[in-house]
C-alpha cells in the first residue's frame, strides 16, 4: 500500500452548471489519464476531491463580498481548492470564455489563494475558434490567483467527444513530463526547511 504522505493530493474542480455534463466526464477521465501519466514519471495522485459547482451552485452567494458570510459547504470546497497539490479546473465554454459560475466561485478566493497549487486548466467547446479559450481565458485567471500553470490547457471540441478516450490519453503523455517536472519541485520545496533570508535561522 503507498504512503499517503507520499501521494500528490489532488482537486478536481467542475465548472459546468449542470449536474451529469459530457464535460465533467471529460473532467474525470482527464484525472485518470494524467494518474498514468504523471505515475511514469514517478508521480504518484492521491484520489481527487471533486468540487462540482453543479452541486454547491445554489449554495453560492450572488457576488463575492467578505461581509457575506460563507456556509461550510463553500468554505469546504474552497478549502479543498486552495490546498497544496495539483488542482484540475475544468469548464465548457459559454460565451467564448470559461462559466460565470466559475468565476463566480474563483471570486471567493484571495488574490494569492492558489498560491500552493500547481494546475491544469481544461475546456470543452463547440466550435473551432473556441479552441484557444482555455488558453486566453483560463489559465490567466489561475496565475492571476498565484497558480503555477506550467503546461498548456486541454481543449476539446464537440466533433471530438467520441474520441475522448484517445485525445485525453494523448495529451496527457505529451504534457505529463513537464507537469511532474514542476509538481516534484513544489513538493521538494514545501518539504525543505525555510531559512530566514536575514539571518540563515531555519524556521522550526
Known amino acids: 500500500m503507498t504512503d499517503r504522505s507520499a501521494l500528490v493530493e489532488t482537486t478536481l474542480l467542475l465548472g459546468s452548471p449542470r449536474a451529469g455534463s459530457r464535460t465533467s466526464g471529460i473532467a474525470i477521465r482527464l484525472v485518470e489519464e494524467l494518474s498514468l501519466a504523471l505515475a511514469a514519471e514517478g508521480v504518484e ?9 453543479a452541486d454547491i451552485g445554489a449554495a453560492l452567494p450572488l457576488r463575492a463580498s467578505r461581509s457575506v458570510p460563507l456556509g461550510p459547504e463553500i468554505e469546504r470546497a474552497l478549502g479543498l481548492v ?3 497539490g495539483l ?6 465554454t459559454f460565451k ?6 466559475l468565476k463566480l466561485f474563483l471570486d471567493m478566493l484571495p488574490m494569492d489563494g492558489l498560491t500552493d497549487c500547481v494546475t491544469v486548466g481544461a475546456m470543452t467547446a463547440g466550435w473551432a475558434k473556441h479552441r484557444g479559450a482555455g488558453d486566453q481565458y483560463l489559465r490567466p485567471l489561475l496565475t492571476e490567483l498565484g497558480a503555477t ?6 481543449s476539446v471540441l464537440e466533433d471530438e467527444f467520441e474520441d475522448v ?3 485525453v490519453a494523448a495529451w496527457s503523455r505529451r504534457w505529463a513530463p513537464a507537469l511532474g517536472a514542476v509538481v516534484r519541485h513544489q513538493r521538494h520545496s514545501f518539504s525543505a526547511p525555510r531559512v530566514h533570508p536575514l539571518t540563515g535561522a ?3
Open 96 to 101: 467564448g470564455t470559461y462559466t460565470g459560475l
Open 202 to 204: 531555519r524556521a522550526s
Open 82 to 84: 486552495r490546498r497544496a
Open 165 to 167: 478516450p484517445e485525445v
Open 87 to 92: 488542482l484540475v479546473v475544468v469548464s465548457p
Open 149 to 154: 500553470a506550467p503546461v498548456p490547457c486541454l
Open 45 to 53: 495522485l492521491a484520489g481527487p476531491d471533486i468540487v462540482d459547482l
